[in-house]
């Protein structure tokens, strides 16, 4: 069968040269800030690399890294090629690198220096110079959010900062979660970001918007006839999302250790994929629409109160138990962590999207750390048939309808529904009518940063939409802060603590077992 081509509605004009995707054509330059570290190391130089292998990036195109780190572009250039060939997607060819190595560029400089930001400035004149990246530039702040305000406003002082609509060229920043630590914290870095950027120059990263499956989501609901009539209240019993994660803390222990599963998974992916399922039909796919629709969704979330808290949110902890088969750390003794932190590697919740839509369905949410394998995925639990005909009988109930978009790994989607078993004799049993994708799907940082290329702010969070996210967990927040309590303990390698099976439990559901 044909494929159907479908472009995305172009951004306005004076931000695009081409089409996207395929032809993106977007002269430009992008500056990484934090350009030697971690996450320029794993993911942003790896993305680029495979968006060039793929005759993903403009012709007129430069990376340039720029942090403290006293190297040169070739030293740069090693280091680039040392996280790819660990973390690409694609293979590094010799061939592919002598095209990718030349594009890359390093500034060692201070993000609080006003003279390392001239000499950036000068460097980008010189090199938009030879290139012709007529005045784009990408600033990816690829940096520790203490940091935002410094870079933001050395971008400004030394003039690199065009105007939203100017004609020089433009700027586009790309900021990186954790936006804030709370609702105030939130509000601080928003406004310093707006006093230098207008909201449409910036693109805050979600990475779990740019996933092939969650961006196919709307596709799903939205360019199929069958899913939209079913998918409310009427129909649907209840949802799951489970984002399940078999490795611990890892490396990152300073940062986890303040924001725990709340902060840095449920206020950030998963209220973001529960947009995708609960939203209403944008008013269009231009970026403002579906992010005006994904919006009403955290609006219309209802808001707890204190007393729910212990009623309705779980979290849990790990301590030592067997992941993947070998013994694993409990979290208090895992490097670097405080050994009486009561910080959570493990939510699950249960929480409402009071609109008509979705009156009385309850969305159950879970996230940990050290759970028994990498999963995440989405369930949508459709009502039981009438007890009538075949659902007749009160033992074995038929088992009702669930539709499964696996967001990875496996990415795809399952409905499972009942068949009669092949005979003479009627037995009935549950099947599933399974799809995954057969390609390998390009990787989510490879999708946004060819979006903000291309100017196409539909999978960034606008500044409206973290700051309600926030407020919806800060009751959690601030409920957890003033009790003495402590998260429940569960083994590492299990599904989380008891508490979060029975939250469930008590509305006579249990969490699918992905
Ligand atoms: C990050 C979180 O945003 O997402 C990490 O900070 C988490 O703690 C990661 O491990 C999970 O991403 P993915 O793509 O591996 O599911």
Redesign the pocket.
Known sequence: MAEQQYQRPLPPPHVLAGMHPKSVDVPCIVVIFGGAGDLSHRKLLPALYNLMVDGELPKQFAIVGFSMEQIDDQAYRDFARGGIEKFSRQKVTEEAWATFAPLLHFVSGSFTEAKDFLKLRDRLEALDHEIGARGNRVFYFAIPPGFIDDCSAGLTASGMVAAPDGEVGFTRVVVE??IGHDVASAIEINSELAKHFDESQIFRI???LG?ETVENLMVLRFANAIFEPIWSARYIDHVQIT?A?Q?GV?T?AL??DR?GALR??VQ??ILQVLCMIASEPPRSTQADAVRDSKLDVIRSLRPYEPSDVERLVVRGQYVEGLSAGEKALGYREEAKIRPDSKIETFVALKCYVENWRWAGVPFYLRTG?RLPK?T?EIAIYFKAVPRILYNAHPAPALTPNVLTIRI?PNEGLALNIVSKVPGQTLRLMPVDVDFHYKTVSPE?YETLLSDVIVGDQTLFMRRDTVEAAWRFVQVILDQWEHSPDEPFPYAAGSWGPTESALLIARDGRAWRNP
């Open positions: 979660k954790p979600d990475h779990y996933k984002v994660e490795e890892g990152r940062y986890y924001a840095d998974m950030s992916h750390k990498r995440s990875q989510a």
